[in-house]
């Protein structure tokens, strides 16, 4: 599980990521990959933020696939599993939409950035040359019935690619600020 940050450090660390030019005036995520990356288990951090430092709210996550997703990633894409890119700030990302027709969500915005990993070691990898596109790179949860207050321990083949938040009620809570937005902004670091 990812260490404890203080809104501070996050923001110190979100200034000196890759790629940023500022903070986003209206509400953005900050998500904290694990270094630990425990295969299949949702240790990532999922940070909800206002402008530069009006934190709202956090949940546990994962921007790995699970194993079944690292095992399996040929039935999508012969090239490898995708892993969200780290270090990078991605700005409007994502919008408002539909995961699979079944659940909201924030769909690709514009194209994601990431690697492919196929070495079947069942660890997620951010190895070889990076990679750019439409490839279905969502935030969603881990249940269709929005109603159903589930937490689950285990990502299964819940992500394939996607960040994908354990907790429905927490998720939902996120989601549902975003609801004035046109598009979110995304800051992944590693934890340090």
């Given at each position: 599980m990812?260490r404890?940050y203080?809104?501070?450090?996050?923001?110190?660390?979100?200034m000196?990521?890759?790629g940023?030019?500022?903070?986003p005036?209206d509400?953005?995520l900050m998500?904290?990959?694990?270094k630990?990356?425990k295969?299949?288990?949702f240790d990532?951090?999922?940070y909800?933020y206002?402008g530069?430092?009006?934190?709202l709210?956090v949940?546990?996550?994962?921007?790995n696939p699970?194993t079944?997703?690292?095992?399996n990633f040929?039935k999508w894409n012969?090239?490898?599993?995708?892993?969200?890119a780290s270090?990078?700030?991605?700005?409007?990302?994502?919008?408002k939409?539909s995961?699979?027709?079944?659940m909201d969500?924030?769909?690709?915005?514009?194209?994601?950035?990431?690697?492919r990993?196929?070495d079947k070691?069942?660890?997620?990898?951010?190895l070889?040359?990076m990679?750019?596109?439409w490839?279905?790179?969502?935030?969603?949860t881990?249940s269709?019935?929005?109603f159903k207050?589930?937490?689950?321990k285990?990502i299964?083949?819940?992500?394939?690619?996607?960040?994908v938040?354990?907790?429905?009620?927490?998720y939902?809570?996120?989601l549902?600020?975003f609801?004035r937005?046109?598009?979110?902004s995304?800051?992944?670091?590693?934890?340090?």
């Amino acid at each position: 599980m990812v260490r404890a940050y203080t809104d501070d450090e996050l923001m110190e660390l979100a200034m000196n990521t890759r790629g940023f030019t500022h903070f986003p005036e209206d509400k953005w995520l900050m998500i904290v990959r694990s270094k630990a990356d425990k295969p299949n288990e949702f240790d990532d951090k999922c940070y909800q933020y206002e402008g530069k430092g009006k934190f709202l709210e956090v949940m546990t996550c994962t921007t790995n696939p699970g194993t079944y997703g690292l095992l399996n990633f040929f039935k999508w894409n012969r090239k490898g599993a995708f892993v969200l890119a780290s270090n990078l700030w991605q700005y409007d990302v994502w919008k408002k939409g539909s995961h699979r027709g079944k659940m909201d969500a924030l769909v690709q915005n514009k194209k994601i950035f990431g690697y492919r990993d196929n070495d079947k070691d069942m660890k997620s990898e951010e190895l070889g040359v990076m990679v750019s596109g439409w490839y279905g790179i969502n935030f969603h949860t881990v249940s269709y019935n929005k109603f159903k207050n589930y937490i689950l321990k285990l990502i299964g083949r819940w992500s394939t690619g996607c960040v994908v938040g354990n907790n429905v009620e927490k998720y939902y809570s996120i989601l549902g600020r975003f609801k004035r937005q046109k598009t979110v902004s995304i800051c992944v670091i590693t934890e340090k």
